[in-house]
């Protein structure tokens, strides 16, 4: 640790601009990575000519000009828009939820008759305070979008029945009433062409810092506070 000004600890992305933006000013870094390889939770790896987003799928997105100028000094971003779609026993939705989903459930064109819809399916719970998730969920969306977009993916993703639930876990549900598929509000989004990996190899490629993947802090951290105790007392 004696020529380190920093150690840093985890390659991800954010790790990897501390230590990069550190080296340009002139300082030490060593960077110490638990998994086997760089870049954190975005770290991809090419099969087969293909890009795999080892840890799920990676939209790079801003508002921030300066934030994006910056990404792009490492990579060439793709025009990726993240447009998802739910599919629910065949039919497909687009999500979040929005005039073009409202059109596909109710044929309805207008934000009035989307509105308009949506207070009348609330009408089942009477004023009702909703008591647990399936309420809370109708109570802000109404019966089917409860049903077809929310119900399923939510007890897969809790394990849980809705009516099990608490209702203050969905407090809010956006509800758009525009024509627009875009998942993110971001004026800036993409994926780079190459993959994220890249972009940390060429953040973590300077002569002032030392990676070292494979490295848990927490299985060497005593080693570390020794040194560095060592080295303020001799010094
Ligand atoms: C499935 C999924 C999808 C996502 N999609 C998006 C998206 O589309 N857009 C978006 O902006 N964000 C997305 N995110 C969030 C995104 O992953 C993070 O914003 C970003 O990767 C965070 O970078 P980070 O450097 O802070 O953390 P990480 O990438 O998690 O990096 C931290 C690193 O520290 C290491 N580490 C932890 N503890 C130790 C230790 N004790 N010793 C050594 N190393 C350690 C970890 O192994 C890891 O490599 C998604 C996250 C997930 C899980």
Sequence with gaps: MSKYDYLVVGAGLFGAIFAHEAAKKGKMIKVIEKREHIAGNVYTKEVEGIQVHEYGAHIFHTSDKEIWEYINQFAEFNRYTNSPVANYKGEIYNLPFNMNTFNKLWGVVTPAEAQEKIEAQRAVLNGKVPENLEEQAISLVGTDIYQKLIK????????????????????????????????????????????????????????????????????????????????????
């Design 152 to 235: 399923d993916y939510t007890e897969k993703q809790w394990g849980k029945k809705t009516t099990e639930l608490p209702a203050f876990i969905i407090r809010r549900l956006p509800v758009r009433l525009t024509y627009d598929n875009n998942y993110f509000n971001d004026t800036y989004q993409g994926i780079p062409i190459g993959g994220y990996t890249q972009i940390v190899e060429k953040m973590l490629d300077h002569e002032n810092i030392d990676v070292e993947t494979g490295t848990d802090f927490f299985l060497i951290r005593k080693n570390i506070l020794l040194t560095i105790l060592k080295l303020s007392l001799l010094g």
